[in-house]
């Protein structure tokens, strides 16, 4: 089959502080990437090193991550020029409501991956027949893959929604990949960045997303009157206003502590992440959390219309990956509880840990106490040794460390002290060899300090320093 190259019409922006545009050939933006001025090499480097250093030093995660992250996001906006993949819009103003014509184009991106995977990524996304461009981001840690789509049924964001989502299944389902939700719009700005080993093919197929679009929304049918048991029995599950009070505050505490959702770092992940942790609320108390979040959370906010989207795409996701619920009951009193059952150390601990086991088992009659006692001391020392090593993903995007805050209450007299003596002995064991162990670099490092302070105090005497 005879192939054509496409001239595909897109805009082009100095940075995405202005709005202005101008119409420019996608062919331009692809020599200006692969070879780019060498201002544009220098600060796409600068991005990437910043980017390195700030996962060097906090991990990738935690509040110092987050502001790291505000701090290159705010360079690539002051310094970086972008493209609108979408096409060209009215008054040359980058404006979702003004879209003029489209490209037949559509981005998808991918972040979070490391700068090798990120290189083979791009490879692999290229091979697709109607892929027309694909290069790495100016992190390095993503991929930009443009799409050719055809000319949308009609002209308007709401119909670039659609056709994003049908992009977004489809990439799912190809290549088991979720890519960022931020580039579901038309005017979407998509930063440029040195790579001289992008991919460009001007003679794309185009891609079939037709199996992919997602329905129509459709409001369901009110029914007139409902019958009257039902509805009281509906009324009776409804919570209190004080219950409800609670709920709300339960889930804005704990999504308050989730990742922040800043555009350009895959910010998309961190609202569907806050989305699931809110599907099991009501819809008034969803939004309540979910807007609090959105507005104190989010760089910059996304639309009530794109928080809507997250919300149903969440809602179609299997239940197993859905987080608890909030609507949890009030804690009971302590003293009306029921005397647990005793502790059944074959039923409890996992049959692939039979030393744990015996251990428990064994210290239980060494120190002539129930094992509920060892049994949660091991597992507390365990978590204390994993502190640094390991990280739980309670769902995709949301990590925390596998500390864990365990509680034994007994009364007096019932051997508590010998229990946490026996059991933290070798944490304490191993905390004196290390202060041991470093004490030699600790007094080294004194010492360095203490002449650092000594020449300090001979240049504000004005003696000369031996060096």
């Known amino acids: 089959m005879n192939t054509v190259a496409i001239d595909f019409q897109i805009s082009t922006g100095q940075r995405v502080t202005s709005s202005a545009l101008s119409p420019r050939s996608l062919a331009d933006v692809v020599e200006i990437i692969r070879n780019p001025p060498r201002w544009l090499r220098a600060d796409s480097q600068h991005v990437a090193e910043m980017y390195a250093q700030a996962l060097r030093e906090t991990g990738g995660q935690g509040a110092a991550w987050q502001q790291s992250k505000r701090g290159i996001q705010d360079f690539k906006r002051k310094a970086l020029p972008y493209f609108c993949p979408g096409g060209t819009f009215a008054n040359n103003e980058r404006d979702k409501d003004g879209w003029l014509e489209a490209s037949g184009l559509i981005s998808a991106d991918v972040d979070g991956v490391s700068p090798e995977e990120a290189v083979a990524l791009r490879d692999t996304l290229a091979q697709h027949p109607a892929c027309v461009l694909a290069f790495l981001s100016p992190s390095r840690h993503g991929v930009k893959a443009l799409y050719h789509i055809g000319q949308p049924e009609r002209l308007s964001n709401e119909e670039h929604h659609r056709l994003w989502h049908a992009l977004a299944d489809w990439m799912r389902q190809e290549y088991g990949l979720t890519i960022d939700l931020a580039a579901k719009d038309c005017s979407r700005a998509c930063y440029l960045a040195a790579d001289e080993g992008a991919h460009f093919n001007p003679e794309a197929e185009v891609l079939d997303l037709s199996a992919h679009m997602p329905e129509e929304p459709q409001e369901a049918p009110i029914p007139a009157h409902e019958p009257k048991a039902a509805q009281e029995q509906a009324e009776r599950l409804e919570p209190t206003e004080e219950e409800r009070e609670g709920i709300v505050a339960r889930a804005l505490a704990y999504v308050m502590a989730m990742p922040e959702s800043i555009e350009g770092t895959n910010g998309s992940a961190a609202l569907l992440a806050v989305c699931r942790a809110l599907v099991s609320l009501d819809d008034a108390s969803r939004w309540e959390v979910l807007t609090r979040w959105n507005d104190e959370r989010a760089?910059?906010?996304?639309?009530?219309?794109?928080?809507?989207?997250?919300?149903?795409?969440?809602?179609?996701?299997?239940?197993?990956?859905?987080?608890?619920?909030?609507?949890?009951?009030?804690?009971?009193?302590?003293?009306?509880?029921?005397?647990?059952?005793?502790?059944?150390?074959?039923?409890?601990?996992?049959?692939?840990?039979?030393?744990?086991?015996?251990?428990?088992?064994?210290?239980?009659?060494?120190?002539?106490?129930?094992?509920?006692?060892?049994?949660?001391?091991?597992?507390?020392?365990?978590s204390m040794?994993?502190?640094?090593?390991?990280?739980?993903?309670?769902?995709?995007?949301?990590?925390?460390?596998?500390?864990?805050?365990?509680?034994?209450?007994?009364?007096?007299?019932?051997?508590?002290?010998?229990?946490?003596?026996?059991?933290?002995?070798?944490?304490?064991?191993?905390?004196?060899?290390?202060?041991?162990?470093?004490?030699?670099?600790?007094?080294?490092?004194?010492?360095?300090?203490?002449?650092?302070?000594n020449d300090l105090k001979k240049l504000e005497d004005g003696k000369g320093v031996q060096s």
């Open 299 to 382: 760089s910059p906010p996304w639309s009530r219309e794109e928080l809507e989207r997250a919300v149903a795409n969440v809602a179609q996701e299997p239940n197993e990956k859905t987080p608890p619920c909030f609507d949890w009951p009030e804690p009971p009193s302590l003293r009306a509880l029921a005397k647990p059952p005793p502790f059944d150390v074959e039923t409890m601990i996992p049959s692939n840990l039979p030393w744990l086991r015996s251990y428990i088992a064994e210290s239980a009659q060494s120190l002539s106490v129930s094992p509920d006692w060892p049994a949660l001391l091991s597992v507390t020392v365990a």
């Open 385 to 453: 040794a994993a502190l640094g090593a390991v990280e739980v993903e309670i769902f995709p995007g949301y990590r925390e460390p596998p500390c864990l805050f365990l509680v034994g209450l007994a009364e007096p007299s019932q051997r508590k002290s010998a229990v946490f003596g026996e059991f933290l002995r070798p944490m304490h064991r191993w905390d004196d060899e290390r202060q041991k162990a470093l004490l030699p670099v600790r007094e080294r490092h004194l010492g360095m300090i203490r002449k650092l302070q």
